[in-house]
């Protein structure tokens, strides 16, 4: 079982990418494996909206050849998917929306008398900001990947508005850790193993994987000049 | 195990009242105990904020003996709850929010070193209206009860626009159906027992289910001259 | 012409209180009257929806005799109205949320051939919580309100998450009176007088202002024995 | 005075195209020019959030050389702007959630000493989608305008669910026209002219407009092909 990270910032150790790399490690304490990709990787052309051609063609895999596929395609081999974004105007990233849309290839099975691909995944949510917009963008989110079909443990968006701090805020820190124990572990009983899906407020692990994660921020910025 | 009916609407049988029940039929197919409660069946007082006194003292249960206090017993009783309202300005019922606020006493356990006590909880939710504002009232709604620590199952939000003909409307009443099926079905999975989680499109069972409701609101309407 | 403030709290000199007299001060600054009532000071019954009878008959004045129907008719009878709330579970309290559901025979005039009664008035919103979802609160009310006809000046949504302590929040409190200025310059510039629309960053302003609530609350508070 | 017309679909007659056209009729009604530019005619690349650089470098205009710089430069020259938009993912489409994130570098002129440079601009919004998430998307864009400085008409958000057959829908088509005649009157009373602000149900007006936007659609379509 695979916990895919969707990380929707621009920044590589921004603060939604800080906070996924939480989530993940959160993920892997429950066993499961995990990847992550960027949605600033590659292009991601805008959906066309082949959906409301005359003749319907949107479906699986999505006509554009391009990197957006490629995320199309490991959200579609995914048992559970932790989607991370900025806030930009109260809104996920554009580019992150971009994928959002491009996904409807996955859902629109429903039309070829398929259920939708995206059905019984887990997802989680990260969101970081500086200011407000926060809960209006991770419920937007969360509303959205419902509606596809997907399955939300509780406390399934984690968030702070410590922007490039977010390692800082260490509410944010376990609870972005939590995203990760809880799509975990709910994919686990999902699939007939054993898990939990009780909020784990653990100082320990929480310290143990910020400074994992620290580490890793300031391998990347001394590796890019950044500092 | 059951699965609790919230019921937002001063209408007996309109259009949402309509299609929690049908929700609730779903939910016994699955071979769960179910149980409807109006909000309009008794005083909800407004929620007075205790969680923010100086020395904080908001726990359940809440200080206020009203009919509130009522249903914030059966929610906290139930393993599944489906909320269902009227588009009343792009948002739930007035009185529906004042119950939704009246929850912090379950949630804030979290304060007195217990889990929440809406943790684990499977939630659906019916909105019914004339117009717009359908999935802002959902959305919002799965938002605030996910961050309560309820778990959503797939597709847990359905919708009619046809208000007190919302019976007549097929996908609306299969979707409404889903929610109970679903929400039981997720509930059943927490538990170790078997369930499902995907979508069930199925003519018949719609249909059988849409009689039985809409004789049940000729049998009320007949008893209260309605018509 | 009278600038209303619609204060949706319990807490008579809590953070959403606070706000809502510095932006009441604000617009008295502009030379306007200034009102204010708070929605827990008497019964605001749920709406009923009769807008949905089969004759509809959901028009202004309200059927119901309470102090709602008192509040409809102030806001009636003013040009401009500024709505504060503390957040309750991400949306304004389910008492506002109640009133707000009854200012529907204010805008159902429509169905009478009339214009909306709430047409042209000029909106403002005060939002103070401790935690998130200030923006989805606010973008709410004003979403709502907007369809019924009101008008929304720049930068019309202020909000503080220090709850309590709104007061000692410096950009919240300039927001605020900014919230007051502008809704009522947008009002005089409506009703051919001069006014201004931009935005006024003035320390000596929000000094004045802030000391003269904070002297009123301590007041409230040693008269209270709340202190 | 200019009324800018912005559309957010890969459709160049779809349904948000047919209700922007027929908004800005309404606006040319008034008095005022207008013209139309869709985010799908060149590259809008993916805000890199520079304003959250240690030294922000975020301001007008925007560093990147692309077809999103000429539409931020239509916007910035504009006195009203109405945005229009296809429904996807109950959100705006990802194409024009780029555009609205390159805006923060007229919002952000604050930082440096000047107002925002989108403030006192108004601001209408048009959505068409075939299903949900109309007040959602429309709410979404008018609450995170209004934060950059803008101001709002009532009754500013037109919508309907027909997609491409939009201009069938004659609540939709008086609303969308309705859009242009408000935002375009609130601009001429804001620049002290005269100008209206009350909706105008008038079926005339909407037969003449609704006739001319449906011969310049066939006209598209048959140079097109697309019959």
Redesign the interface.
């Known amino acids: 079982m695979r916990v895919l990270g969707i990380l929707g910032?621009?920044?590589p150790f921004?603060g939604s990418s800080q906070l996924l790399r939480c989530a993940l490690l959160g993920a892997q304490e429950e066993g499961l494996e995990t990847a992550l990709f960027s949605v600033?990787g590659g292009e991601?052309r805008?959906?066309?909206?082949c959906i409301?051609d005359e003749e319907p063609n949107c479906k699986y895999p999505c006509i554009f050849e391009d990197y957006g596929k490629k995320l199309i395609t490991e959200i579609y081999h995914a048992e559970a998917i932790i989607f991370a974004t900025?806030i930009?105007?109260?809104?996920?990233?554009?580019?992150?929306?971009?994928?959002?849309?491009r996904?409807?290839c996955l859902e629109n099975m429903?039309a070829y008398g398929e259920?939708?691909y995206m059905?019984?995944k887990v997802v989680g949510i990260i969101t970081v900001g500086?200011d407000?917009?926060?809960?209006?963008t991770?419920?937007?989110l969360?509303?959205?990947l419902?509606?596809?079909?997907?399955?939300?443990?509780?406390?399934?968006?984690a968030?702070s508005r410590r922007?490039?701090h977010a390692l800082e805020d260490s509410r944010a820190v376990m609870d972005a850790i939590n995203v990760g124990l809880l799509v975990a572990g709910?994919a686990k009983?999902?699939r007939g193993q054993k898990g939990t899906?009780?909020?784990r407020d653990d100082a320990n692990l929480r310290e143990r994987i910020r400074l994992k994660i620290l580490k890793e921020k300031e391998e990347f910025e001394a590796q890019h000049d950044q500092k």
């Open positions: 910032s621009p920044r921004g600033y991601i805008p959906c066309q909206g409301q900025p930009y105007w109260y809104g996920p990233s554009g580019q992150l929306k971009n994928l959002i849309d996904l409807t429903v259920p939708s059905e019984g500086a407000a917009g926060l809960t209006l991770g419920g937007y969360l509303t959205a419902n509606a596809m079909g997907a399955i939300i443990p509780p406390w399934a968006h968030y922007a490039d709910l009983i999902l899906i009780s909020y």
